[in-house]
């Protein structure tokens, strides 16, 4: 043998003596304190293959048996329905928490394509947290082999996912437990019956709204009077926010506590119920009626793979939905950036750009940093362009001042019904409709009095209950149309329940727009929905009148007020011009030698 292919011998056994050893097979969850022998026991259950028609095989049961025997602790497999086990999962004496096997469903109309088998070490039936694990994660059944007290098999019960029509019934069927050895059914004949039968459901399930469905769920506190009832409201404008989005509400839930809880908002308990319900009704969604932090939107989106928004998220998607002019969409653009900003994901350096050189090493700049920077640079050019429109909108505005001509802002709560009155005065074609916020952008159009005055009457964005500071910081400059109005006619729903904080919402906003000091009328709108008396003590009030904008011979009324406001604002602002002119002749007279 020469030298050379001795050298190359050699060669080729470093090389193979240098190859990483094969992996191990992984055990997930409690495996903290096992035993070198409980471990091995474990991972031999890797070993194990089941076939297409059975639910489990005597060595599998056996094989997961011997390793409660040795652990004291449930142990389970998802088994894949090539018949390989997937997942080998360690619990505790009563329960096991499984690992992350991805999203909510593999499939439209699919399982999961993973079962589970596990045991019971106190022959107790499947419990709940079963139930939940087979119905949120999709998996194709549940099993758990109930051990006697030598950690010996005894019954057997499995659990599957069946479908339910309009959210009665429960959606799983529970078998057993029979005596272990008992005849099971062929698995692959039942699952594909399955499939087949939620495939037909889907297709036959009909969907009225474009966004799928979606629980709504309220938190109020205790020490608040009337606290069920605001709650009710509450959820009621919730409802309608929803429906304005394009989702179908499949239920309500309100809770009632002291405080919301830091993490969960309603807690980790009800939290789980309401997840069960959303999978019975089928549902996507969670919408909180109270806006999360980031905290709270992570800690509930990890109990749940459902969709997890809240009241601003909602807020801002109608916006970005009914946005139509260039002004409106930078508007919602901006403010779903300054939304999203604080809420990006956590940091991951295995996702950063490395660069060379000196001074460039190191784990560099994260992809997150990137898509902060990014969103930053993105936030600085649409302030930029808006407040290129905003001066836009100035010079129109100061043109309609110089023309002398008298504006007239209609403002109020969304859906009070202000495109309506405009339509119904002007003739616009704005679109109105049942929903909240159905027109976004600035309208104005000429109005000709009945003393025959022209004035231009301006439509805005309507006001709503904690809107998004962001939202109303990026929309600003639309409220601010108010700000060149000689009158503003406040348009509040007289039908609404809620009126009264309507009305001290619409306050509040107009103060932070610095336009509570110019001259108001209170319009009480849909006012033909209210009983007879109560109309009466809206007409009472001062500086209020009471109307329906559907009916334009009624509006009369109206109009005659506004001649009359408008005469009052002239003649007080040209009393205030004269005492100014008086006061600036008075000081130079003083000052002059």
């Not at 938190?219 to 394009?246: C, D, I, N, Q």
């Not at 001062?542 to 334009?552: D, F, Q, T």
Request: glycine fraction near 8%; hydrophobic fraction near 40%; proline fraction near 5%.
């Amino acid at each position: 043998m020469s030298a050379a292919l001795v050298r190359s011998r050699g060669t080729v056994l470093t090389l193979f003596c240098a190859l990483p050893p094969p992996c191990m097979p992984e055990l997930y969850g409690n495996t903290t304190g096992l035993s070198p022998s409980a471990i091995k026991t474990l991972e031999r259950i890797y070993r194990r293959r089941v076939p297409s028609d059975r639910i489990a095989t005597p060595e599998l049961i056996r094989s997961l048996a011997d390793a409660s025997r040795e652990s004291r602790r449930q142990v389970g497999a998802l088994v894949h329905r090539s018949g390989q086990v997937d997942y080998v999962v360690v619990g505790h004496a009563t329960g096991l928490m499984l690992p992350d096997i991805g999203r909510l469903r593999a499939a439209e109309g699919r399982f999961r394509a993973l079962r589970l088998v596990h045991t019971h070490l106190f022959n107790e039936p499947l419990t709940k947290d079963d139930l939940v694990d087979l119905t949120r994660l999709r998996l194709d059944l549940v099993a758990a082999v109930l051990l006697n007290p030598a950690s010996e098999p005894q019954r057997m019960s499995w659990a599957y996912n069946v479908p339910t029509f309009e959210g009665k019934g429960t959606p799983y069927q529970v078998v057993g437990p029979h005596p272990y050895g008992q005849q099971e059914p062929n698995f692959a004949e039942l699952i594909g019956s399955l499939e087949a039968e939620f495939a037909q459901h889907d297709r036959t399930r009909t969907v009225t709204a474009k966004d799928g469905r979606a629980i709504l769920i309220h938190v109020g506190e205790k020490r608040r009077p009337g606290a069920l009832l605001r709650a009710k409201s509450r959820l009621g404008e919730l409802t309608s926010l929803a429906r304005t989005a394009g989702v179908e509400v499949a239920d309500t839930v309100i809770q009632i506590r002291d405080q919301p809880d830091p993490k969960f908002v309603i807690g980790a308990g009800k939290l789980e119920d309401v997840v069960m319900r959303a999978i019975d009704l089928d549902a996507e969604t969670l919408i909180f009626d109270c806006d999360l932090s980031p905290a709270q939107a992570h800690g509930i989106a990890g109990q749940t793979d459902l969709k997890i928004l809240d009241r601003s998220q909602l807020i801002l998607d109608i916006f970005a939905q009914r946005a139509a002019t260039r002004d409106g969409k930078l508007q919602v653009e901006l403010a779903q950036l300054k939304y999203t900003l604080p809420r990006l994901g956590a940091k991951d350096d295995s996702l950063s750009r490395l660069t060379g050189g000196i001074g460039g090493r190191g784990p560099g700049e994260t992809t997150l940093e990137i898509g902060r920077r990014r969103a930053r640079d993105r936030i600085n050019r649409l302030e930029k362009e808006l407040k290129n429109l905003g001066r836009q909108r100035s010079e129109r505005r100061r043109r309609r001042a110089q023309s002398d001509v008298p504006v007239v802002a209609i403002v109020g709560y969304t859906n009070a019904g202000k495109s309506t009155l405009l339509n119904t005065l002007t003739d616009a074609g704005v679109l109105a409709e049942d929903k909240l916020f159905a027109t976004l952008d600035t309208r104005a159009r000429q109005l000709t009095l009945p003393d025959g005055k022209l004035v231009v009457l301006t439509d805005t964005v309507g006001f709503i209950r904690g809107m998004p500071k962001d939202l109303f910081a990026a929309f600003r400059a639309t409220f601010e149309e108010a700000s060149e109005a000689d009158l503003i006619l406040e348009v509040v729903d007289a039908s609404d329940p809620e009126q009264e904080e309507h009305r001290d919402t619409t306050s509040q906003i107009l103060s932070g727009l610095d336009l509570d000091l110019t001259a108001r009328l209170r319009v009480y709108n849909k006012i033909d929905r209210v009983p007879a008396e109560e109309v009466l003590g809206f007409e009472a009030e001062p500086g209020s009148v009471c109307v329906s904008a559907l009916e334009r011979g009624a509006l009369a009324v109206l109009l005659d007020r506004v001649s009359d406001e408008l005469v009052k604002v002239r003649s007080e602002r040209t009393r205030k011009a004269r005492e100014a002119a008086q006061y600036a002749e008075f000081a130079e007279n003083e000052l002059s030698p």
